[in-house]
């Protein structure tokens, strides 16, 4: 089977890991978004991820509290699930290594680009917890940055809607689908999908990013083999 990319960073958000009531982890969509990562990285694909933390707790959640504190909370919920990723991923025979951008030697490696290209070159998957290390960015912001880092062909989005459209489908019955839009136009009409400095980023560096639906994981796979779904976004389309 040809593959499409040959070195992701899969971004998963946390809200993507939990069931319809958004908190905590459900075992059962954690193992079929692992048992796709298996398949992808048996196919061959080098995959990084990094994952978001807000089936946990998210930044703008501290009201009235200090951003900086509201914001090192939300890298410590990334931990939680980076290690719950790494355990389903280790259980199916999948070698796993976890990557901090906060020390916590006892739990994880800390994030070292070079052992993380080698990680990739040996097929472990690397998941990369706690953002950037750093508040007042978004884990969307790390998963551009660390791409850039390990020169991946592509950023895989997967969220809990299927594509990027011009308004809220969940509002809006007749929102308007992108099969392929630029990160200018993106940026340009607040469509919110990446936040403004993880689109440049991408812009910049000419990452390209495909937005698609993690509610059917098997998607994964059919992005890697060069099937049209979700939303294509790249520097010129």
């Known amino acids: 089977m040809k593959l499409k990319y040959k070195r992701i960073m899969l971004k998963i958000s946390g809200e993507a890991l939990s069931a319809e009531n958004g908190f905590g982890i459900d075992q059962g969509i ?14 061959g694909v080098e995959i990084a991820i990094v994952v978001g933390g807000g089936n946990f707790w998210r930044g703008r959640s501290g009201i009235g509290m ?18 719950a990723l790494q355990d389903a991923l280790e259980s199916k025979g999948v070698p796993t290594r976890v990557q901090t951008a906060i020390d916590m030697r006892r739990i994880a490696e800390p ?3 070079g052992r993380a290209v080698r990680h990739l070159e ?11 290390g750093n508040p007042f960015f978004t884990t969307d912001t790390a998963a551009a940055l660390r791409a850039a880092e390990i ?7 997967a969220k809990n809607v299927d594509a990027v459209y011009d308004s809220d489908p969940k509002i809006n019955n007749n929102a308007k689908k992108f099969e ?43 992005v890697l083999t060069g099937q ?6 790249a520097k010129e389309v």
């Open 180 to 222: 392929k839009i630029s990160y200018l136009e993106m940026i340009n009409r607040q469509l919110g999908v990446m936040d403004s400095t993880a689109s440049t980023l991408c812009m910049d560096n000419d990452l390209p990013v495909i937005v698609f639906s993690i509610r059917e994981p098997e998607n994964i796979i059919k």
């Open 122 to 132: 040996k097929k472990r998957v690397v998941i990369f917890a706690c953002g950037t």
């Open 66 to 83: 200090d951003r900086t504190t509201a914001d090192h909370m939300g890298m410590l919920a990334t931990v939680i699930n980076a290690l």
């Open 111 to 113: 994030y070292i680009r």
């Open 151 to 157: 020169d991946a062909d592509a950023i895989l989005l």
């Open 228 to 233: 049209n779904i979700g939303t294509y976004i």
């Open 30 to 43: 954690l193992g079929s978004i692992c048992e796709s990562v298996k398949e992808a990285s048996d196919m």
